[in-house]
Nanobody, 116 residues
């Protein structure tokens, strides 16, 4: 079973930064799609960053502030969060879409809270 574990969340002030880490239990392939989502209770989840190989995609509301990256040697996915705002408060979780079997795997998330 593929396991994903997120870490790096916390409480920051508006304008602050965090770096989230998603550690996986399997080797990440350059053909896999790695995605970060966030969710507020009672709301639909939002994709905030995704990467497949060298191609990264972001929604407009995070462009210029969030950066996704991966280290295949460490089987780890990162999300750099800069200039965080109150509305960024959410549970952030990662997803691995493995091309080999087209299966999705999810972590339990790490909480990011932005408050003054």
């Amino acid at each position: 079973q593929v396991q994903l574990v997120e870490s790096g969340g916390g409480l920051v002030q508006p304008g602050g930064s965090l770096k989230l880490t998603c550690s996986t239990s399997v080797k990440i392939s350059s053909s896999d799609t790695l995605t970060w989502f966030r969710q507020v209770p009672g709301k639909r989840s939002e994709m905030v960053a995704s990467i497949t190989g060298s191609y990264a995609a972001y929604p407009d509301f995070v462009k210029g502030r969030f950066t996704i990256s991966d280290d295949n040697d460490k089987n780890t996915i990162y999300l750099q969060l800069n200039n965080l705002q109150i509305e960024d408060t959410a549970l952030y979780y990662c997803q691995l879409l493995r091309r080999s079997n087209q299966q999705n795997y999810w972590g339990r998330g790490t909480q990011v809270t932005v408050s003054s």
